[in-house]
């Protein structure tokens, strides 16, 4: 079954800039999703189909999908963004999320 | 506005059943796939089993296939899944999501309800 796999925490200062990273086999030949989940709360969208923001999010999420890697970057990043994030794809009829990465703003 | 309505969720033996249900409003429920998604105590996302908007499908996860049923009545715009043969692995928040216009992901989910398989 397809894999996806990301690092496990990502630290941050406040107004630097957050990359993470979402690797897979040959992922560029897939869409990629990001969703944010803050603490106690339900997944949201935030990047879909590798590179578009749904409306209400803002322009400092921005996402990437080439070779075996995705990349969602969080720009001038605030301490609202402090959360866990999974990608997600689409595979043999499946949604294949990965393990998440927990984005700490310092 | 979408909203997804999780119920059902609750304390349940091992061996035993339960019946999760998801009210939808918002939306046009019959032309968009529906799916549970569930997410163990501080662990990851896991999708569970989806209905296809069509209703020409349904499917599974390996580790729920023989064990959990979805079901769509269209007339109450509610989504369920019949749980049985529960195991302790199955203990975690269950999440309904709508797949977003463009397929293959979700654009909105419910608050989830907490599922407990404990003796």
């Known amino acids: 079954s397809y894999a996806l796999t990301q690092p496990p925490s990502v630290s941050v200062s406040p107004g630097q800039t957050a990359t993470i990273t979402c690797s897979g086999d040959k992922l560029e030949n897939k869409y990629t999703f990001w969703y944010q989940q803050r603490p106690g709360q339900s997944p949201v969208l935030v990047i879909y189909?590798?590179?578009k923001r749904p409306s209400g999010i803002p322009e400092r999420f921005s996402g990437s999908n080439s070779g075996n890697t995705a990349t969602l970057t969080i720009s001038g990043t605030q301490a609202m963004d402090e959360a866990d994030y999974y990608c997600?794809?689409?595979?043999?009829?499946?949604?294949?999320f990965g393990p998440g990465t927990k984005v700490t703003v310092l | 506005e979408v909203q997804l309505l999780e119920s059902g969720g609750g304390l349940v033996q091992p061996g035993g059943s339960l019946r999760l249900s998801c009210a939808a409003s918002?939306?046009?429920?019959?032309?968009?796939?529906l799916s549970w998604v569930r997410q163990a105590p501080g662990k990851g996302l896991e999708w569970v089993s989806g209905f296809s908007g069509s209703g020409r499908s349904m499917d599974y996860a390996d580790s729920v296939k023989g064990r959990f049923t979805i079901y769509r009545d269209i007339s109450k715009n509610t989504l369920s899944l019949q749980m049985s043969s529960l195991r302790a692995e199955d203990t975690a928040v269950y999440y309904c999501?709508?797949?977003?216009?463009?397929?293959?992901?979700?654009?909105?989910w419910g608050q989830g309800t907490l599922v407990t398989v404990s003796s």
């Open positions: 997600q794809t689409w595979d043999n009829y499946t949604y294949v």
């Open positions: 999501a709508k797949e977003g216009n463009t397929g293959l992901h979700f654009d909105y």
């Open positions: 189909e590798d590179d």
């Open positions: 918002g939306f046009t429920f019959s032309s968009h796939d």
